[in-house]
């Protein structure tokens, strides 16, 4: 099957049963990743964390079937994405390599948030900005990549206006998500930014911008680390209780529990999207929440 292409190993035509679940989910948002780690898990005799797709299919049958759901799947996610103009214009290639741009700028120059950046005139929180602030800071933070006026009127269209022509910045923030530029680059079109985001691996100089911004809650586990210390939350404390076999991984949807269950003021769809976009994995599903205890900004804030 070639949409899986891009996961399959050349050589012994496995994949990574994180890599399949994680295919999968995205050509179709309604199914349950628990449930298909557990039937990755039954086809992984051995444990190695890896299965043919053969096998998988032929566990599930139906090939014909299921690969052309998947293409139409995989087509409908891309139209809900992106603009119509955009597709029928052939210009995807163009905004892809625009905003992957933006976003390396963003992790590895400001060490900060699309929304923090685009927020930065949004003074009552409301998601919105004007035409002129939100031009003004694709001039501030983006000159370099939106380097003639075509690149930035360009990047001026795929923005949303509400009726009084205000911009919602955050929808257009989606673009520069984690989550969606890594899908740029099994297109070719840019490379991915740090391994688990902001929080990771920022610089001393970006560490000390992000600490002195105002807090603000947004999905992503800077504002975790930054709300958990804010409040004396003993993380280190509770993700280590949390792991009974001393595996150093959490299962997925205990973690979400867990995090839910600390007063930081973030919702279920706000915690998917951290996971999504700011964690680690292995090969069955579970957190790596030493990524977390080892980042700079939770060492930092630790001291």
Not at 36 to 43: D, E, T
Not at 76 to 99: F, N, R, S, V, Y
Not at 264 to 283: A, M, P, S
Request: with cysteine; net charge negative; charged share 30%.
């Amino acid at each position: 099957m070639h949409i899986f292409a891009d996961i399959t190993h050349r050589d012994t035509q496995e994949v990574r049963i994180r890599d399949f679940v994680a295919k999968l989910v995205r050509l179709d948002p309604g199914l349950v990743e628990e449930d298909l780690f557990k039937c990755c898990r039954v086809l992984d005799a051995d444990g190695s964390g890896t299965i043919t797709l053969d096998e998988f299919l032929e566990f599930f049958g139906q090939l014909g079937d299921a690969e052309q759901d998947m293409h139409q799947a995989e087509d409908e996610l891309e139209d809900e994405l992106w603009p119509d103009w955009l597709i029928k214009g052939g210009k995807l290639a163009h905004a892809q390599t625009l905003l992957a741009g933006m976003y390396s700028v963003l992790e590895r120059e400001h060490g900060i948030t699309a929304e923090q950046a685009f927020g930065i005139y949004d003074m009552k929180d409301t998601g919105e900005c004007s035409t002129d602030e939100f031009r003004r800071v694709l001039r501030i933070f983006f000159g370099e990549v939106l380097a003639s006026s075509a690149d930035l009127d360009f990047v001026m269209k795929l923005t949303q206006r509400r009726a009084d022509q205000r911009i919602a910045y955050r929808e257009f923030c989606k673009f520069l998500s984690k989550r969606v530029v890594r899908t740029f680059k099994s297109q070719g079109a840019a490379a991915d930014g740090p391994s688990a985001g902001a929080a990771e691996a920022l610089g001393d100089g970006a560490l000390q911008r992000e600490l002195s911004q105002p807090l603000r809650k947004e999905a992503s586990l800077t504002y975790v680390l930054r709300k958990a210390a804010e409040l004396h939350l003993d993380l280190r404390k509770i993700l280590v209780e949390s792991d009974k076999n001393e595996l150093n991984v959490i299962p997925r949807s205990k973690f979400v529990g867990l995090l839910l269950g600390l007063p930081l003021g973030i919702n279920e769809v706000e915690v998917r999207e951290i996971l999504e976009n700011d964690l680690h994995f292995d090969n069955y599903g579970n957190v790596d929440y030493t990524v977390v205890l080892n980042s700079d900004l939770f060492c930092h804030l630790e001291r």
